[in-house]
């Protein structure tokens, strides 16, 4: 790093990617401080860097003992280890030493003591929120919100024949052909684990989901105006049961508040939808499969006088963002719910749904809503 991006950043001080230390002796110390980054979205230390800006006087001999402690802290003090890179700047005052540590793709990352550390601010805390440490699995790949176990959901709550019918229309076998107990085909679907459903199997399988798990439902509302109004609306409805049904049920709520507009056929005829049915089906069912099932709350569906909101919980995952999802990139929080409900509902290829729904109906925008932890879908009507 050359001088005048030192001074630059020195002179702002330090932030969530930015730590000064004026010297470095303890390995375990400098150990969380890069956990923190690489939990966190990665970031540099910069040593030689007191907190007032002024630099410390350190010297060759000094980046030898450095170096070393870096290599050992990244080693043996992170797990997994990591690999930072460093580079030395001169300066009137000394030298200073660049750590710097990426986003890992490991996370979470912790100590030896076991302990997740993570960005706050400037400083480091350790991570105590279990929604906060899941989502660090999650987005490894070494847990998933449909893969979580329900409390009390066994075999003898699946919906046999829905199950049965299932089964015969995707594999074109009946379940006793398969000459294995039912919890073990099951277990073998990923569905369900130790005799409990999942809640991917719970939502797709059991005959009253909503009994165990209530708030993965759809809230609906429809509104005369531009505003929520609770004195005054045209229709509300909280759409529970199967997922099959919720996609459905949701679906039918939104046609049936949409109004239809006669696109320039005789005034008696029927008319078409203002909004296809088909950018529904993707925009519904995008919302249910890849919602973040780690949120206890509900789908939201608003339909206002000029537009529709559709609020998932959850923002968008690893490194995705509203432009490369515009140009059909994905990422499947949800796998075992996926691939299952792909096979229920209308699927018409991963990934292009959107570029598709956008060549249909361009009036659509989307909010990746980081701070309250929601994705919105808003589609404007009335729009040429």
């Given at each position: ?34 956990i923190a980054f690489s939990n966190s979205g990665g970031g540099m230390i910069l040593i030689g860097v007191r907190d007032d800006g002024r630099f410390s006087d350190l010297d060759r001999d000094d980046m030898g ?166 004195a005054a609306y045209d229709d509300s409805q909280d759409i529970n049961g199967k997922f099959e049904k919720i996609y459905r049920d949701t679906i039918a709520f939104l046609q049936r508040n949409v109004r239809r ?48 909101e559709i609020t998932s919980p959850g923002h968008l995952p690893n490194n995705l963002t509203i432009d490369n999802i515009k140009m059909g990139r994905s990422a499947i929080r949800n796998p075992v719910l996926a ?46």
């Open positions: 790093m050359d001088l005048e991006r030192l001074i630059a950043i020195v002179s702002a001080g330090e932030d969530s990617q930015h730590q000064f230390k004026s010297d470095i002796r303890n390995e375990t110390s400098l150990g969380q401080e890069m003992r450095l170096n070393q402690l870096v290599s050992n802290a990244a080693s043996q003090q992170v797990r997994p280890p990591i690999n930072p890179k460093t580079d030395i700047t001169p300066t009137q005052r000394g030298l200073v030493m660049r750590v710097s540590v990426f986003d890992g793709i490991g996370k979470p990352y912790m100590d030896r003591n076991g302990v997740i550390w993570v960005k706050s601010g400037a400083d480091k805390r350790r991570a105590t929120s279990r929604e906060e440490i899941q989502r660090m699995f999650q987005r490894s790949g070494l847990i998933h919100g449909d893969e979580v176990p329900v409390a009390g959901l066994t075999v003898a709550d699946l919906d046999r024949e829905y199950f049965a019918k299932f089964i015969e229309s995707n594999y074109g076998k009946s379940i006793s052909e398969y000459e294995v107990p039912l919890p073990k085909l099951l277990e073998s679907m990923s569905l369900m684990r130790d005799g409990l459903f999942n809640v991917a199997g719970a939502l797709l399988f059991t005959k009253t989901p909503e009994f165990r798990l209530p708030v993965y439902n759809v809230k609906a509302m429809a509104f005369p105006g531009r505003e929520i109004d609770v507009v006669q696109d320039r056929r005789s005034v008696n005829s029927e008319g078409v939808p203002q909004v296809p049915r088909v950018v529904f089906e993707e925009l519904v069912m995008n919302a249910l499969v890849h919602r973040d099932y780690f949120v206890p709350t509900s789908t939201i569906v608003v339909v206002f006088a000029d537009r529709i691939s299952h409900a792909f096979k229920i509902l209308p699927y018409r290829g991963l990934g292009t749904g959107i570029v598709r729904v956008l060549k249909l109906y361009p009036h659509i925008d989307f909010r990746d809503d980081v701070q309250r932890n929601r994705f919105v879908v808003t589609i404007w009507l009335d729009r040429t």
